[in-house]
């Protein structure tokens, strides 16, 4: 097997752009080592485009007008990830039993390549051994059927396509719970919730038509270079028209700082550069709600003062007084914040959050732009509604130009909820559900991540079926969370590559290897296309094209059926065998459920662009119970849900430019200038001295969340870094140990990430 070495680390700055020539060599090292030729060129050709396949990395919008290579290095590389033509297949487990793999990284554990059978977990051997898809629907069904409905629980990774995630929903309703935790839970909830009770929409309001009418941009808590490159390009034509970028983020991180274009011969012959923010705001993790009650601050005092000279007012006091509630006692706890602790807790200084409120004063239209350093807090909703209080100031919502732009994650996310995937009863129409299938749904709320979590360790869950994804690496509280998970009665992976989840056993234990997206998927009726929404809520047709990477493959629709046969009563009003033959007919069906969203849903699938789902508050049309869009008063001012003490730092778990959540897909985060290993320590230079520490020396790091509990990772690399002071930078998901399974954004369950509380040990 190929094992990339991750000793001999490495950290130098890097003085490169975000794209540029780096990301052309990137792409270039990773197709051979895939074992890839020009196939792969073929596919990547079709990536993203009109009756293309819908790229399997982030969310982030697929234009009409797309660019002659509409992917991005990471895009590229995930698909290089999945046309691999490596496989792991029944020899390599006959030659590994899971003991011996638990002590594999992650990298090593997907790079073995695509898996290419249905296994069954043996005991006896510790092996995972070939069964027929028969014998494994067969038995999962029996073993699923013996437990309560309510202690079994669906995860969803959201890459799953709207056809799969729909049928999915309605199997765990059928059977009698909505446990649908998916990977939203983790990540955008905080946003879900937020925006719904502040605008009526669990979603942003701008689509990307609104980069060419903004004039300034908030840029909050997202690292665009790694996570959603193909922004780079919308950034940039803004930045040629001028329009102001102003960013939160206590990293510097390259892409919001300089950009070459790897499409544009001449900015790659001229390494012409485009630099991004205009402003560089390093605050302290946790601390956005405090920076933007300053920028709050200068915009009231501001409009004070210009009521009283007469002047021109700062605020829109037409769009306050007639769209939204909460204003006059949002303002009175703004006034009464002390500067003193908006400066201790952001770390910057009054003059910097004063030259950001000026050109947000200036701005006609403002966006703004966030991600999991928004959400992934303790007071994560209330961190997404303070970014809505800065925008209603000046009506920037609902105009174009304007309006919250949540980054989504997962290429399918945001569409799992759109068509079911939730633990909430008030997001799902259970009714139009129980009138087209004949049964009566759950009304009793399901279990999220963190509960579900709660559940494994203390015995109440006792099967988990993950429809892709890695759960058990990605959910906090890793001790805790490998220790209970060999106690489950049925542990079921349905996969593409082996994951750190799969060496954990329940009683019984399937892995099912499933078609990727970019693969072809025949069906009785043919070849089938999927569809899928991306993060501004427009939903595109996707058709895989790439010889599948194993014939023993079954596509999701199609694992998900034969599950749902096995555990479900007949219903002549569900036709799993039908929905399978032909993907078109669970379209007919989604669009029966939802007919405002999916209306002509078959016909219009392969429209340029996507089809725009549409958003009332993009209208200014609110539906919150006010009527209104609504203020939040902030409570505290600090985000991270701990007090500063000494010796305790605020940790943020970070993603590297060389992985896909858990997927890594190598040891070099180049916009970093880490390579060679992921076992980094970030610490500001000053933090080091002070601590009695030394560049390189390796430590530990315990959690201090003072439950306690006993949390520690060993092995780490001191590295000094430019990070605020009294914050700490590691990698996710390796960082996972130190989170404890209670640390989350209190209103949406979210893991606080972003903010975890814990100690040095030398
Ligand atoms: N290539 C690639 N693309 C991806 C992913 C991937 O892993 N790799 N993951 C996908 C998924 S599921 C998601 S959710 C998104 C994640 O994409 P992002 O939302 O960018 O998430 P992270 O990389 O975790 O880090 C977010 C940024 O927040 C900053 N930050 C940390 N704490 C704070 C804070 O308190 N305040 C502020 N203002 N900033 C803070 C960090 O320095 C970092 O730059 O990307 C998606 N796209
Ligand atoms: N500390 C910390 N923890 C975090 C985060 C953080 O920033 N910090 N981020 C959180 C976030 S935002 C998210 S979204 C979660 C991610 O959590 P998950 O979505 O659960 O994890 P992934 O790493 O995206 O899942 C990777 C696996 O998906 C499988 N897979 C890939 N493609 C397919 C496919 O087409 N079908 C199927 N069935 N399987 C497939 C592969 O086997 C692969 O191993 O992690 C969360 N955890
Ligand atoms: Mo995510």
Known sequence: ????????????????????????????????????????????????????????????????????????????????????????????????????????????????????????????????????????????????????PKSVVFYSSGRTSLEASYMYGLMARMFGN??????????????SVGLKAALGVPVGTTQLKDFKETDAIFFFGQNVGSNAPRMLHDLRDCRKRGVEIVTFNPLKERGLERF????????????????????????????????????????????????????????????IAQHTKGFDEFAAAIRKTEWADIER?????????EASARIYAKAKAVMAIYGMGITQHVKGVESVRMIVNLLLLRGNVGKPGAGPTPVRGH???????????????????VEKLEAQYGFKAPREKG??????????????????????????????????????????????????????????????????????????????????????????????????????????????????????????DDNPKVDWDG?????????DAIEDTYPAIFKDYNKRLFTPGGVWKGNKASERIWETPSKRAEFLTPGEISATGFKDADGRYRLITLRSNDQFNTTIYGYHDRFRGIKGTRDVLLMHETDIAAAGLAEGQIVALESDAGDGVQRRRDGMIVTPYDIPRGCLGAYYPEANVLIPVEHHAEKSHVPAAKSVPVRIRP
């Open 1 to 148: 097997m190929t094992k990339q070495r991750s000793d001999e680390p490495e950290v130098k700055p890097f003085k490169g752009p975000a794209g540029g020539w780096g990301s052309v060599r990137s792409l270039a090292d990773i197709l051979p080592r895939e074992h890839l030729g020009p196939e792969a060129y073929r596919e990547l050709a079709r990536q993203n485009k009109p009756d293309g396949f819908m790229c399997v990395s982030c969310a982030w919008p697929k234009p009409a007008d797309h660019h002659p290579a509409e992917f991005c290095e990471e895009g590229a590389k995930a698909t290089a990830w999945e046309l691999t033509r490596l496989r792991t297949t029944p020899e390599f487990f006959a030659e590994h039993t899971l003991a011996e793999l638990r002590g594999w990284k992650d990298y090593d554990l997907e790079q073995h390549g695509r898996l290419t059978h249905p296994m069954r977990y043996d005991p006896g051997t510790d092996k995972y051994v070939a069964v027929s898809w028969d014998e494994a629907f067969d038995e999962i069904g029996r073993e699923l059927k013996r437990l309560d």
């Open 260 to 319: 070459t274009d790897p499409q544009n011969p001449v900015e790659m012959a001229t390494l012409k550069e485009t630099a991004i923010s205009t402003q560089y705001h390093q605050l302290r993790a946790g601390s956005d709600i405090a920076a933007i009650i300053g920028i709050c601050k200068f915009l009231i005092d501001w409009d004070d003062l210009a009521k009283a000279d007469d002047d021109l007012p700062v605020l829109d006091h037409d769009f």
């Open 447 to 568: 279990l999220d991540t963190v509960e579900t979590c709660r559940g494994v360790i203390d015995g109440s869950v006792r099967a988990v079926v993950g429809l892709g994804g890695n759960f058990l690496r990605a959910v906090p509280e890793t001790g805790a969370m490998e220790e209970a998970w060999p106690r489950l009665d049925v542990s079921v992976q349905i996969a593409t590559k082996l994951n750190r989840n799969h060496l954990f056993a329940g009683r019984v234990t399937y892995l099912l290897p499933c078609l990727g997206r970019i693969e072809q998927d025949v069906q009785a009726s043919g070849p089938q296309a999927v569809s899928t929404e991306d993060s501004t809520s427009c939903i595109h047709g996707s058709r895989g094209k790439a010889k599948p990477a194993s014939p023993y493959l079954l596509s999701e629709p199609a694992i998900v059926a034969g599950i749902a046969k096995r555990i479900l």
């Open 579 to 587: 929905w399978v033959a032909d993907y078109s007919t669970i379209r």
């Open 345 to 353: 807790e952001t770390g910057l200084a009054r003059e910097e959050l």
């Open 178 to 191: 909505q446990n649908l935790p998916d990977s939203s839970n983790m990540c955008h909830e905080s946003t």
């Open 411 to 429: 290429s399918n996310v945001q569409g799992q909820r759109t068509v079911g995937i939730t633990e909430k009863t008030e997001l799902v129409p």
